[in-house]
């Protein structure tokens, strides 16, 4: 595409990794930073509760990038399974004919530097397939 | 206090600032082919917004989930469909729970959409009530016009539907032929600026500070 900047991958984040609460902000890598370095897009997941509509409205989006030819993986907490929904996501993903994306868990309980490093490593690694990438991303 | 005081609600900690956030502007993805000016997160917006203390709430993006992550350039007008305003009145109901529950908690917010944009523009939106059929404008030939993209409008019509009050609001002007980003940059901030200025002069302290 002409000029376009896109980087063609995008991350399913929960609401507590971009809106950490001051004690979290002391324990976990600054999630969006690395993000935005490794030239990643977000889809934000709403806080832990019951939002039947907007997680489909999510999973309707992931499907369309899933489908033409984009990277969507999902970040979250170590012990903190809510913030993904992904009981509530899975099978809303799965219903829409969609592979699982990759999960990378952070850890609250190890140094934020270094988990911060982990999922810098995991962002640029990932990507798809070269074969996939020549089909749509012209 | 904000303009928020009069809603019934709990108020259980102390009121947030809150950004309501155009999907694109924390994930270029979602924009029309030729239309990403940035990898993934639009950073300056962001900066800016965590820099003086804002939460951020991402919205929804109507095109993509209607029109699909390929399809074609539009005015407003194209968009101004029974079908396509259905469709962002459904988006809008999925995440006006989450906007009623920060302004019934009194917190502070405000709306950063995409000015020039035919579904999420604030204060301008493309216009050409002549573009249809076979896609053959090689030129930039729309208009900008000041009003509102079909999506912020179905997404304020839901707000009011619900008795909230209007969400002060404005946007980054990405969507307007030739890209600024620095004077759209001026712009969000003296926008935030005066958000902050308008808070200290009725005596509040900003929320979230």
Same mark, same amino acid.
């Given at each position: ?138 | *206090? ?15 600032? &809150? ?6 502007? *924390? ?13 993934? &997160? ?133 969507? *307007? ?33």
């Amino acid at each position: 595409m002409n000029g376009d900047a896109r980087g063609w991958r995008l991350a399913l984040v929960p609401d507590a990794l971009i809106n950490p609460s001051d004690r979290d902000r002391a324990v976990l890598p600054d999630v969006l930073g690395v993000l935005e370095a490794n030239g990643y897009g977000v889809l934000q997941l709403p806080p832990p509760g019951r939002h039947g509509l907007l997680l489909a409205v999510i999973a309707d989006q992931v499907a369309e990038y899933a489908h033409h030819g984009y990277a969507v993986v999902a970040i979250g907490v170590h012990g903190e399974p809510g913030g993904l929904h992904w009981r509530r996501l899975a099978p809303l993903l799965r219903h829409r004919g969609l592979a699982l994306p990759p999960r990378h868990l952070i850890r609250p309980d190890v140094d934020a530097a270094s988990e911060g490093q982990k999922l810098a490593v995991f962002l640029s690694d990932y990507d798809l397939p070269p074969e996939e990438q020549h089909r749509w991303r012209v | *206090m904000t303009h928020t005081e009069s809603l019934p609600g709990v108020a259980q900690d102390r009121p947030r600032k &809150v950004a309501l956030v155009a999907n694109c502007l *924390m994930n270029q993805n979602a924009k029309v082919c030729e239309g990403a000016r940035y990898r993934g &997160v639009v950073n300056p917006v962001v900066e800016a917004l965590r820099s003086r203390g804002y939460q951020l709430q991402q919205l929804p993006c109507p095109e993509l989930a209607f029109a699909g992550a390929r399809r074609w350039w539009a005015v407003y007008e194209q968009y101004d469909t029974p079908a396509y305003r259905a469709h962002c009145r459904r988006l809008a109901q999925a995440i006006a729970p989450l906007i009623e529950q920060h302004l019934r908690r009194g917190d502070d917010l405000i709306l950063i959409g995409l000015d020039g944009s035919p579904s999420t523009g604030v204060r301008f939106t493309s216009s050409k009530p002549e573009w249809g059929g076979r896609p053959n404008r090689p030129e930039d030939d729309w208009e900008i016009v000041p009003r509102r993209g079909v999506w912020i409008e179905e997404l304020e019509a839901e707000l009011a539907r619900r008795g909230l009050p209007p969400v002060p609001a404005t946007g980054w002007a990405l969507d *307007m032929g030739r890209f600024d980003e620095a004077g759209s940059r001026r712009d969000l901030e003296e926008f935030l600026d005066s958000r902050e200025s308008a808070a200290i002069s009725h005596g509040d302290e900003p929320a979230g500070q």
